[in-house]
Antibody, heavy 117, light 113 residues
Framework: DVQLVESGGGLVQPGGSLRLSCAAS????????MHWVRQVPGKGLVWVSR????????EYADSVKGRFTISRDNAKNTLYLQMNSLTAGDTAIYYC??????????WGQGTLVTVSS | DIVMTQSPDSLTVSLGERATISCKSS????????????LAWYQQKSGQPPKLLIS???TRESGVPDRFSGSGSGTDFTLTISSLQAEDVAVYHC?????????FGPGTKVDIK
């Protein structure tokens, strides 16, 4: 079975940094594009970033460009999101999700990031 | 960016009755070369991640009950639950994957009357 397990969330002060991880299993990780999507509890889904299979092509939402970096380690079957210069507006549940013919078929359970002093 | 809107924001429907959700995109998400609409629907139950129900506007994912159906083309789409069951209580999101950045609608909350 496909599994995506996020970790690394928590409470961080404004201006701080966090690194999220997403451990993938049950499929050939290195053959799929991967995404991060976030959601403020009770609100809608917002795409954050995506990365291609070999990690050389990345895209970001304007709201995080220059502050967040997506990366992957195909040998470790792990996706990452390095988040710097965090603000209260980045507070959300962050989901790791697998691209499947452009739709998002598999999602992790999410990890909560809270930016507050 | 393509803006997705949904209506209504929420609806309450009696068990066994029909629920209909509308989703509109700010520009066409129909690919004229393959005649496919790049529109998906997700169901999100409380405390859970989204679950993909329908892709390509009308193709149900494996295991999704046939009371769920998607329709529409271009900029106007509909998700229909033909006979609402208790387990269908959730927020439903539409999603366009026609162009980057991919975008989602704000969600429609479905409850039992």
């Amino acid at each position: 079975d496909v599994q995506l397990v996020e970790s690394g969330g928590g409470l961080v002060q404004p201006g701080g940094s966090l690194r999220l991880s997403c451990a993938a299993s049950g499929f050939t990780f290195g053959t799929y594009w991967m995404h991060w999507v976030r959601q403020v509890p009770g609100k809608g889904l917002v795409w954050v970033s995506r990365i291609n299979t070999d990690g050389r092509t990345t895209e970001y939402a304007d709201s995080v460009k220059g502050r967040f970096t997506i990366s992957r380690d195909n040998a470790k079957n792990t996706l990452y999101l390095q988040m710097n210069s965090l603000t209260a507006g980045d507070t959300a549940i962050y989901y790791c999700t697998r691209d499947s013919s452009s739709t998002l078929l598999y999602w992790g359970q999410g990890t909560l990031v809270t930016v507050s002093s | 960016d393509i803006v997705m809107t949904q209506s209504p924001d929420s609806l309450t429907v009696s068990l066994g009755e029909r629920a209909t959700i509308s989703c509109k995109s700010s520009q066409s998400i129909l690919n004229n070369f393959n005649n496919k609409n790049y529109l998906a629907w997700y169901q999100q139950k409380s405390g859970q991640p989204p679950k993909l129900l329908i892709s390509w506007a009308s193709t149900r994912e494996s295991g999704v009950p046939d009371r769920f159906s998607g329709s529409g083309s271009g900029t106007d789409f509909t998700l229909t639950i033909s006979s609402l069951q208790a387990e269908d209580v959730a927020v439903y999101h539409c999603h366009q994957y026609f162009s980057s950045p991919i975008t989602f609608g704000p969600g429609t909350k479905v409850d039992i009357k």
